[in-house]
């Protein structure tokens, strides 16, 4: 019977140790100098939750602030594109030609494969425009499209990628005719590259081409240089991308003079390959063509395209 009584006691003991190592411990349960351990464990805790809280913060705010000053920018960038939309045909400069009294500062003289010299001059409603910025060489327009502005060209295609008409840095770029490619004496192939931008400008919607439906909408593009004007009629609208240098594949951006007959057909059936649809508009050796290139993200180095053929 004792020893009945014995167990039923340790059970008791053992019962009553579990239910003590189970009790939370407070501060006061350990000695002075782990408590002290506790203490600065705790605070060093806290300091870090606080950080953490704080870097959240400011990165939501910088995030937004991001956010409000690319869409400022972008406002700004459509309010400038108004301003020199409305200098188009404007006179207020166009009889001045230039800082230096050069005369000459609005005429190109070109000479011909026949050693003919012709001298071109600027259409008076880009006169304007082309004395705030030489690199002007063009005026590109498609009608119910925020696609409504000037064309520059630069020594090289890197320049108009981050600045703007005014030649500040931004990284919406402007619109840019290809650096190889000829406005004065004329190219087969005018190639225009602008950026793809979440806001909307530029190039950003040019992808909306790949619906036939919408090319039905916007078959016709104007694409004036300063020295004469054009109307182009969309024949293609593809996706393709930007080839390693060594890979033996169609290149359109490498399309802008045609050696032959023979080299141009072969241009058109591969883009005609590519094509999302049939426009049925038809060019031929000695048309003149324009080219629309942005990128697309739909893979890597990848660009959405238009091309469409000079009808007047």
């Given at each position: 019977m004792s020893d009945k009584k014995s167990n039923i006691k340790e059970n008791d003991a053992a019962k009553a140790a579990e239910k003590e190592a189970e009790r939370p411990k407070?501060?006061?349960?350990?000695?002075?100098e782990m408590q002290k351990r506790i203490i600065a464990e705790m605070?060093?805790?806290?300091?870090?939750?606080?950080?953490?809280?704080?870097?959240?913060?400011?990165?939501?705010i910088g995030g937004f602030g991001a956010y409000g000053l690319y869409y400022v920018n972008a406002n700004k960038g459509d309010d400038r594109g108004g301003e020199l939309s409305n200098l188009v045909g404007n006179d207020v400069l166009?009889?001045?030609?230039?800082?230096?009294?050069?005369?000459?500062?609005?005429?190109?003289?070109?000479v011909?494969?026949?050693?003919?010299?012709?001298?071109?001059?600027?259409?008076?409603?880009y006169k304007t425009l082309y004395y705030l910025n030489k690199d002007l060489i063009g005026w590109l327009k498609i009608d119910d499209t925020n696609i409504d502005g000037p064309v520059m060209q630069a020594a090289d295609n890197e320049y108009y990628l981050s600045h703007d008409f005014d030649k500040k840095d931004d990284r919406a770029g402007?619109?840019?005719?290809?650096?190889?490619?000829?406005?004065?004496?004329g190219s087969d192939n005018?190639?225009?590259?602008?950026?793809?931008?979440?806001?909307?400008?530029?190039?950003?919607?040019?992808?909306?081409?790949?619906?036939?439906?919408?090319?039905?909408?916007?078959?016709?593009?104007q694409f004036d240089t300063i020295y004469e004007k054009g109307t182009y009629q969309v024949m293609y609208a593809f996706r393709s991308r930007v080839y390693d240098a060594d890979e033996v594949v169609f290149k359109y951006y490498q399309f802008i003079n045609a050696q032959s007959a023979e080299e141009f057909s072969s241009y058109m059936n591969e883009m005609s390959r590519?094509?999302?649809?049939?426009?049925?508009?038809?060019?031929?050796y000695g048309d003149r063509l324009l080219t629309l290139s942005t990128c697309d993200y739909n893979e890597e180095n990848g660009r959405f395209v238009v091309v469409a053929k000079k009808i007047r």
């Open positions: 407070r501060l006061e349960d350990y000695d002075p605070e060093r805790s806290e300091r870090n939750r606080k950080l953490l809280i704080l870097a959240f913060v400011l990165l939501m166009a009889n001045i030609p230039s800082n230096k009294g050069d005369e000459g500062f609005y005429t190109a003289t070109i011909d494969e026949s050693g003919n010299a012709q001298q071109l001059e600027v259409l008076e409603e402007t619109l840019f005719l290809d650096c190889k490619c000829d406005a004065a004496r005018f190639i225009i590259y602008g950026h793809h931008l979440q806001s909307g400008r530029m190039f950003s919607k040019l992808s909306e081409y790949e619906s036939e439906s919408y090319y039905e909408r916007h078959p016709i593009i590519l094509s999302y649809y049939d426009t049925g508009v038809t060019a031929y």
